[in-house]
T-cell receptor, first 114, second 112 residues
Framework: GQQLNQSPQSMFIQEGEDVSMNCTSSSIFNTWLWYKQDPGEGPVLLIALYKAGELTSNGRLTAQFGITRKDSFLNISASIPSDVGIYFCAGQMLNTGANSKLTFGKGITLSVRP | EAGVTQSPTHLIKTRGQQATLRCSPISGHTSVYWYQQALGLGLQFLLWYDEGEERNRGNFPPRFSGRQFPNYSSELNVNALELEDSALYLC???????????FGDGTRLSIL
């Protein structure tokens, strides 16, 4: 099935650095979401975006809904060791009847060196 | 507020057997979604239930089925298990109306 594009598969950064992740799609979505998954746990919602061009922050996290509705990015500032995990983007087409499912990227594994 | 709960945490089956996975949504959430997270394949949408009805299903064979009960909890049934069904099965719930989905910690299904 369709999947969003997230790359690279892994990122390695130094504690205190900022990191940016991008997610692209060949189709448009009217909602973009970012989730983080720790080992042995389910994905946890970080940020939800509902409008093209929207920029939303959640603490040290900032995400944007691309103007074309085909992409989104997530920025983490001043990274800390607990930022380690897998970051997934997900797109959704709401208000389209049967299409309330989430379409996910394959995720980016973030490692933070102390 | 309790989150989405799934049971069992782990399930070990052999080929050809049947598996039943359970999910209790967040209180007040009427929609339940099931996803399969297999190694190397990411999260793939399986099924969506809302108000007791199946609203949409992903690209999976009919041996993947489920239901939603009047209290909005849900069951995922997988018949005639195959080795490639080994995966983490995640349940998510939402209150509908465009609100985001929240996930449980999943059931790890292993097929021997």
């Amino acid at each position: 099935g369709q999947q969003l594009n997230q790359s690279p598969q892994s990122m390695f950064i130094q504690e205190g650095e900022d990191v940016s992740m991008n997610c692209t799609s060949s189709s448009i979505f009217n909602t973009w979401l970012w989730y983080k998954q720790d080992p042995g746990e389910g994905p946890v919602l970080l940020i939800a975006l509902y409008k093209a061009g929207e920029l939303t922050s959640n603490g040290r996290l900032t995400a944007q809904f691309g103007i074309t509705r085909k992409d989104s990015f997530l920025n983490i500032s001043a990274s800390i060791p607990s930022d380690v995990g897998i970051y997934f983007c997900a797109g959704q087409m709401l208000n389209t009847g049967a299409n309330s499912k989430l379409t996910f990227g394959k995720g980016i594994t973030l490692s933070v060196r102390p | 507020e309790a989150g989405v709960t799934q049971s069992p945490t782990h399930l070990i089956k052999t080929r050809g057997q049947q598996a039943t996975l359970r999910c209790s949504p967040i209180s007040g959430h009427t929609s339940v979604y099931w996803y399969q997270q297999a190694l190397g394949l990411g999260l793939q949408f399986l099924l969506w239930y809302d108000e007791g009805e199946e609203r949409n299903r992903g690209n999976f064979p009919p041996r993947f089925s489920g239901r939603q009960f009047p209290n909005y909890s849900s069951e995922l049934n997988v018949n005639a298990l195959e080795l490639e069904d080994s995966a983490l099965y995640l349940c998510a719930s939402s209150p509908g109306g465009g609100q985001p989905q929240h996930f449980g910690d999943g059931t790890r299904l292993s097929i021997l």
